[in-house]
């Protein structure tokens, strides 16, 4: 069976590392897996006074493709040592309604990537305590703390042969872990 796995990219820049990373991802996946981008830059900032029925059809619309998919993908980079304000926000939005959120259950994983030393270690564990809080299964291992990722591509977009390895590693044992938990 093929499972969708909706990814989330915690940057909105158009030459972002980490949607890049999330390209990536998508091209080496197993057949198993069929990766979609599923766009946050257009949620506006929550607000419970418009969150009421009918919801923004933003919302509506994100929520539906999150409720789509098998599994969830976050790939994020570091703002402030937390993740970036829009892929906060998209976690908010598709928490709520309260008792219908988007995210329950599903299986899931997060890869954080930084031209920094530390692979945004913090923003990779803010989000996995949010998910933890919304049921989702975040798969533990391998853990995905990317740093030095200001050389993953060159200026032709080729992916770089140091980092593909794991890119590799990181997807299979996500395939596996999907193929248990979804
Ligand atoms: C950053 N950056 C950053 N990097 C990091 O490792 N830890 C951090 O806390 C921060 N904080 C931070 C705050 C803000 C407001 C910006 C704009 C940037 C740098 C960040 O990792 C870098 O810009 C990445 O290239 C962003 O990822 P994308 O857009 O390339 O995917």
Known sequence: KTHKVAVLVGSLRKASINRKLALALAE?????LQLE????GELP???EDIDVDPAPPAYSAFRAKL????????VT???NRSMPAPMKNAIDVGSRPYGQSAFSGK???VLSASPGAMGGFGANHH???CMVFLDVHMMQQPEAYLGGAGSFFDDSGTLSDGIKPFLQKF??????WVAKHA
């Open 171 to 176: 997807i299979d044992a996500y395939a596996a």
């Open 37 to 40: 981008i599923v766009e946050i």
């Open 77 to 79: 980079p570091e703002y």
């Open 107 to 109: 299986p899931g994983a």
């Open 45 to 47: 900032l929550y607000n």
């Open 127 to 129: 989000l996995r305590q």
């Open 28 to 32: 080496l996946a197993p057949a198993s």
């Open 67 to 74: 409720k789509g998919a098998d599994a969830l993908l976050f």
